[in-house]
């Protein structure tokens, strides 16, 4: 079921400064940007592999990541996870216990489709599954 890791998101509060230093120390590219309104959140992937480093910044002052900034400040805020069918695994956590925050799968950024699993549950880290390129309603731009 699980893939790989498709991402490791990161709250910042200045995206730039972030940006700027994973290019400057570690040669990471950017290859996708993108505002996901309906989570309040702006979103720099750089590429690391076939996987992501996510860099996140609120678009507002009252979305979960400026909460999540306030309360824990800057640094991990969620792992992603790659599955083949988010649906089952969404269905699989749901049987294992855990404590769901989407109860069903939603378009995500770049045109995939995710559900978020909540941190108490899960062993302390809040969890995104992500299944690539299912999305038709929310499809961004190619990685190319
Ligand atoms: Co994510």
Known sequence: MLQEIDHVAIAVYDLDAAVSFYEISLGARVVHREDVSSDGVREVLLRAGSSY???LSPL????????????????????????????????SMRRAGARLIDE??????RGTTIAFVHP????????ELVE?????????????
Do not use: K, W
């Open 132 to 144: 690539e390129g299912a999305s038709s309603e929310h499809s961004g731009p190619g990685l190319g």
């Open 104 to 109: 069903a799968p939603r378009p995500g950024s």
């Open 53 to 55: 480093v996510q860099l």
């Open 120 to 127: 108490t549950g899960a062993f302390g880290t809040l969890i």
């Open 60 to 91: 507002s002052d009252n979305s979960p990541v400026a909460r999540f900034l306030a309360s824990r400040g800057e640094g991990l805020h969620h792992v992603g996870y790659r599955v083949a069918s988010c649906a089952e695994a969404l269905e």
